[in-house]
């Protein structure tokens, strides 16, 4: 149940097949779902390939903050779960690339595994709509 929440929607949204929502915004709060290396058409993008699938799961971070009319710039919280720890350099040039000071607030997890197991990373945000 929704109640007192905007849900985020995208069309096409590569969750249907997973029954998970994109997200939800509360006031002026937007919480996402983990973003994964998932494309449009419910694809892994990048199997194996740690800086590819970082790439996939932030141009997905950006159209969902897009649809809640919000951006990456508003990302105030990012939480990265990694199968692997060795990738944090990875995790280094994703916050060089697409985040600037004052810096998200961040925490670092790594997981024996994600949802489907080609996934390296998962990224959850929240951040503020104007």
Request: aromatic content about 6%; glycine content about 8%.
């Amino acid at each position: 149940m929704t109640i007192g929440t905007e849900p985020i929607v995208l069309d096409p949204d590569p969750f249907d097949n997973f029954l998970i929502g994109q997200g939800h915004c509360v006031g002026n709060l937007i919480f996402l779902s983990g973003q994964a290396a998932i494309d449009q058409r419910g694809q892994i993008v990048g199997p194996g390939d740690i800086d590819a699938q970082i790439d996939q799961a932030m141009k997905n971070i950006e159209r969902a903050l897009s649809a809640a009319g919000s951006g990456v710039e508003r990302i105030f919280k990012i939480t990265v779960y990694l199968t692997d720890v060795n990738h944090f350099e990875s995790v280094m040039k994703m916050r060089e690339r697409y985040f600037e000071k004052p810096w998200p607030a961040d925490t670092t997890v790594g997981v024996s595994a994600l949802a489907l197991p080609e996934l390296l990373v998962e990224l959850d945000v929240i951040a503020t709509r104007p």
